[in-house]
């Protein structure tokens, strides 16, 4: 089993910036590929990025390259989203996720472990 713990999210206005963070217990971390998703009311839950296990495979969904950066820390468990350059459409319940598979870094169905959210709101 692993436990996540996501912090980070608040109001911000566009433009502005904020950092997420995931705090993992349980299992090893460094055996864990891990993701971020977010979902905004109504809507299905989307990929944000994912981090490989020793940090040298990164992903990124195409509608938050360049502004979000993923990153990770084996050494506290921890990894981090943070977001630059903020929209009204990154407005969302971003989710920390983990798995041990490899591949599928943008498939939800292929995590094993989520976090409970933290809300992000964008305002115009």
């Known amino acids: 089993q692993v436990q996540l713990v996501e912090s980070g999210g608040g109001l911000v206005q566009a433009g502005g910036s904020l950092r997420l963070s995931c705090a993992a217990s349980g299992q090893t971390f460094n055996s864990h590929i891990m993701g971020w998703f977010r979902q905004a009311p109504g809507k299905e839950r989307d990929f944000v990025a994912a981090i490989s296990r020793n940090g040298g495979g990164i992903y990124y969904a195409d509608s938050v390259k360049g502004r979000f950066s993923i990153s990770r820390d084996n050494a506290k468990s921890t990894v981090w989203l943070q977001m630059s350059r903020l929209k009204p459409e990154d407005t969302a319940v971003y989710y920390c996720?983990?798995?041990?598979?490899?591949?599928?870094?943008?498939?939800?169905?292929?995590?094993?472990?989520w976090g409970q959210g933290t809300q992000v709101t964008v305002s115009a």
């Open positions: 996720a983990a798995k041990t598979t490899i591949g599928s870094w943008y498939d939800s169905n292929k995590y094993d472990y």
